[in-house]
């Protein structure tokens, strides 16, 4: 037997690998076709893994679909007559054998693409359109006298139903042994048209683009989210340089302005507490509308910038005195006529006669007994505040100074207060001590402590005791 195959012998088509029997022609066809159809699918991908995906998907359903439909096609042939093997189902259907010359020129015939047989062909899906079932699924024997049942005979025929008008398959042509593995050249890969490779390019580096874009924006994300670090104080404003001025309780408004002096504070502090400032009603209180801020500067520590105007001293005093003056309970004093103003009088009067605490509601006391019978209050505290002297002792001729702040002759209260009281002070202002005291003297030998009498004859030996002791020590007999 030759080695070379018969001529008449059907060949698969050269262009249709999936007919061939050579397994790696198949397998490089199959991915031929996976890379065109991703080519065909990347422009309209919007991701890449749905353009993976879908090609992969792709070219799997059809490798699927084309063994199935060739499973199906091979269990469904008809059996072959008289027990004839039949050829392989690759092979395309040829026409019944003819003599001889006639099989040698269709041999040597030209083979044209339009007498290729597809893949389509040889396995349909469906029907083709107009064709009957019985027609597509039963061939009928052709007209002319079958040819003797041969080694090469193929039972798959495309005859009509009458047998007749069915063309002759095209012939293949010729092909190598199959034992050698060798086949004709498959037609080059199709040539994508010019431009079409830059603007693959051009969608592959925008793609990449957006990539290291996300992964840049991931890696911010993540740092941000592990960085467990506390963000950054801002800066605020510079530290103003600040310090404490204290006014203590009692003093004077020449006395404060002393002190606003030594703290480096900008302006005249006397001429700023002159007049009552917009915004404080001093009439409101009962005082006349030309009255000083005498009574008023509430006396306390405050924080001012350094180098502030006394102006912001004097604004945070007189707020202060508002918050303090709201805590003072009014009803004893109204009901003795007295006035806001006539309270602070009171208290400022106090604030220079006591020094222990316990004896502010009974000076008060005193005060309220002799504006009540007409006695003069003889409190020497405000002339010194007319005569400014507070530390040296009053001779005979200051106590005969005429003046509405001398006490001892003018009845009634000095015509402005002496001194800024404290919060104690303007209590017992307002609610002195239920007793029947008009008097009141030094005890010696004590830190201020006074002795409290309703008689008059009392007072005047406890006054004798003081002069006395006053005396023998030469100044003021007290153990301070």
Request: proline share 12%; glycine share 8%.
């Amino acid at each position: 037997m030759s080695d070379q195959p018969d001529q008449n012998q059907p060949v698969p088509p050269v262009d249709d690998p999936f007919l061939s029997d050579d397994p790696e022609a198949y397998e490089r066809e199959r991915r031929r076709l996976q890379r065109e159809a991703k080519r065909r699918e990347r422009s309209g991908r919007k991701s890449l893994a749905s353009r993976v995906g879908g090609a992969l998907d792709g070219a799997a359903g059809k490798g699927r679909e084309a063994i199935e439909q060739g499973k199906e096609k091979a269990t469904n042939r008809p059996p072959p007559a008289e027990g004839a093997e039949p050829p392989s189902f690759r092979r395309p259907p040829v026409a019944p054998a003819a003599p001889a010359a006639d099989t040698t020129a269709a041999a040597a015939a030209p083979v044209t693409e339009e007498g290729r047989m597809s893949a389509e062909t040889l396995m349909p899906r469906r029907p083709a359109r107009g064709a009957t079932p019985e027609a597509a699924s039963t061939p009928e024997a052709p007209a002319a006298p079958a040819a003797p049942v041969t080694e090469d005979h193929d039972w798959f025929t495309d005859a009509d139903a009458d047998g007749e008008g069915a063309p002759p398959p095209p012939v293949p042509p010729e092909r190598r042994a199959v034992a050698t593995g060798e086949y004709p050249p498959l037609p080059p890969p199709s040539t994508p048209p010019p431009g079409a490779t830059r603007g693959i390019w051009i969608r592959r580096l925008i793609a990449l683009g957006v990539i290291v874009l996300l992964a840049i924006a991931g890696y911010a994300v993540v740092k941000k989210l592990g960085n467990n670090d506390p963000a950054p104080v801002p800066k605020g404003p510079k530290a103003l340089k600040t310090e404490d001025v204290t006014i203590p309780e009692g003093y004077t408004r020449s006395q404060i302005a002393d002190v606003a002096k030594k703290a480096g504070l900008q302006g005249d502090y006397e001429k700023a507490t002159a007049k009552a400032p917009k915004g404080f009603d001093i009439q409101k209180t009962g005082a006349p509308g030309d009255a000083s801020l005498e009574g008023f500067l509430f006396p306390a520590t405050y924080n001012l910038e350094k180098g502030a105007s006394v102006d912001t001293l004097v604004k945070d005093q007189l707020s202060a005195f508002n918050d303090n003056f709201g805590q003072i309970d009014m009803s004893k004093a109204k009901k003795k006529n007295l006035t806001e103003y006539d309270v602070v009088t009171i208290a400022s009067m106090i604030e220079r006669e006591v020094l222990v605490p316990k004896e502010r509601p009974l000076v008060a006391a005193v005060i309220y007994n002799r504006l009540a019978q007409g006695i003069p209050l003889g409190i020497d505290a405000t002339l010194r505040y007319d005569l400014d002297n507070f530390d040296k002792p009053l001779t005979e001729s200051d106590l005969a100074t005429d003046s509405p702040y001398n006490t001892r002759l003018v009845q009634g209260l000095p015509p402005t207060p002496i001194a800024n009281p404290g919060l104690d002070s303007l209590k017992a202002a307002a609610d002195p001590a239920d007793v029947n005291y008009l008097y009141y003297v030094v005890k010696p030998d004590t830190c201020g402590e006074h002795y409290f009498t309703d008689n008059y004859d009392d007072f005047l030996a406890a006054s004798d005791k003081y002069n006395s002791a006053r005396a023998a020590q030469g100044g003021a007999p007290t153990d301070c």
